[in-house]
């Protein structure tokens, strides 16, 4: 499948989670002018195809006229971790949107290979936990820095989104030493960062997070702020130790009520500039 237009891409299992990342969606397909794709991958062999896909269909069909936004839908067979990652590259998906309702993972969806689908996969990902889709506008963003080359990456689709929404950014740089050198670098960072947000005509603010939990200090610092949307840049590659704790960016994932937002970072190698990844 292939198309000229943009498009975002939202697994379905018919199960309540999926339908709330669903719900979520169609704001942020207007702001990319994206038309959605519903998957829906079956595993079992014995499953009726027709009847799946009659089931799908509707769903679209009542999305089309809910949302206004052109809806498709793709039956696909095999194991949805693989499935669900061939189809984004298939339509070229510029987000892939994700309910999921654990701790523990997108099960319902992907099974236990949740994040690392998030890691690997070709394209940015929203993931959305709770019962009930979020607030159907963006306020407030957070953007978590460090001094990683990477971490720049997040300011230009947080720009983007600000100048949709007519959103405030919150810039949060963390701390988990009491390093003078590195804090020093990080608060002129993310002076940096502030003055270009606030160069593009975006309310902005920094705040230094201090602290060894980094995951937790962000979330909190999310909830305190109400924010609507958690910027990250995808971490690919773990370090022996996030293997069995998990890297920040999925403890995030894992914590976080407000949607989070993982960019697939730029394939070059220098990563000074900010770049739209729309």
Known sequence: MSSSQANILVPIDFEEQSLVGLRQSYIYAKFAHAAITLLYVI?????????????????????????????????????????????????????????????????????????????????????????????????????PIDLSRESREKIAPGVEFAEHFGSTIRIAGTLTSNDEFKENRLVAYANQAKNYVKEKGIRCGNKTLRGRNVPKMIVDYANESNADLIILVNQPELGFAEVFTGSEQQQIVSLSNIPVLTIKPAARKDTSTFTNPF
């Open 43 to 143: 595993e079992n062999e014995s499953e009726d195809v027709q009847t799946a896909k009659d089931r799908l269909d509707r769903l679209a069909k009542d999305v089309e006229l809910e949302s206004g936004i052109k809806t498709s839908t793709i039956i696909s067979k095999g194991n949805p971790y693989i499935e669900i990652s061939k189809v984004a590259k298939d339509i070229n998906a510029v987000m892939m949107i994700m309910g999921f309702n654990s701790s523990l993972g997108i099960r319902k969806i992907i099974g236990p290979n949740a994040f690392q689908l998030v890691r690997e996969a070709p394209c940015h990902v929203l993931t959305i936990k709770g019962k009930q889709p979020h607030r159907d506008t963006v306020k407030t963003i957070i953007l």
